[in-house]
T-cell receptor, first 113, second 112 residues
């Protein structure tokens, strides 16, 4: 069966510090991968998606970047965090014939202080 | 540009009642319409989904009604239970990209 792992679960970072969130998928190959951000009490905002290694599409111009160094690994990064980067970050895989809906990771709660 | 509009934003239902959440979309290229359930601090989980070639899909107490001509779909939760209290998101998938566009979410509270 397919599983998705996301870490860390919570993170408190000072303004101006770097960020690296990692997501990995097991049990499938060549998954479509997605990063979403959810502000408190708000909906899901698509940040990046990837259909293959090294292929990244950005949905919203921002202080973040994404990379896909391996088939089942998706990384969300920032060089210098802003207060507005605080939120709940979710990785997902799907949009694929074997999993047309999305399977989400457990999320990372990021607080920038 | 919001392509999937969801209402209401919040909903309070008595135990045993029917919860109804509505969504409307604009893009006729959408070909898959899932609903997700999210509990606080957790990632959303796929609840039920429908394709536009059927008008209704039922799984247990959860039913999706789909109106292709009106570009609307809704989630009905029958015999609502306190354990159903969560945030619900509708979504629509673009057939050419697989991207899911989410509604803004509905916070459901089921009172005992």
């Amino acid at each position: 069966s397919q599983t998705i792992h996301q870490w860390p679960a919570t993170l408190v970072q000072p303004v101006g510090s770097p960020l690296s969130l990692e997501c990995t998928v097991e049990g499938t190959s060549n998954p479509n991968l997605y990063w979403y951000r959810q502000a408190a009490g708000r909906g899901l905002q698509l940040l990046f998606y990837s259909v293959g290694i090294g292929q990244i599409s950005s949905e919203v111009p921002q202080n973040l970047s994404a990379s896909r160094p391996q088939d089942r690994q998706f990384i969300l990064s920032s060089k210098k965090l802003l207060l507005s980067d605080s939120g709940f970050y979710l990785c997902a895989w799907g949009g694929h014939p074997s999993n047309y809906g999305y399977t989400f990771g457990s999320g990372t709660r990021l607080t920038v202080v | 540009q919001q392509q999937v509009k969801q209402s209401p934003q919040s909903l309070i239902v008595q135990k045993g009642g029917i919860s109804i959440i509505n969504c409307a979309y604009e893009n006729t290229a959408f070909d898959y319409f899932p609903w997700y359930q999210q509990f606080p601090g957790k990632g959303p989980a796929l609840l039920i989904a429908i394709r536009p070639d059927v008008s209704e899909k039922k799984e247990g107490r959860f039913t999706i009604s789909f109106n292709k001509s009106a570009k609307q779909f809704s989630l009905h939760i029958m015999d609502s239970q306190p354990g159903d209290s969560a945030t619900y998101f509708c979504a629509a998938s673009e057939f050419n990209t697989g991207k899911l566009i989410f509604g803004q979410g509905t916070t459901l509270q089921v009172k005992p």
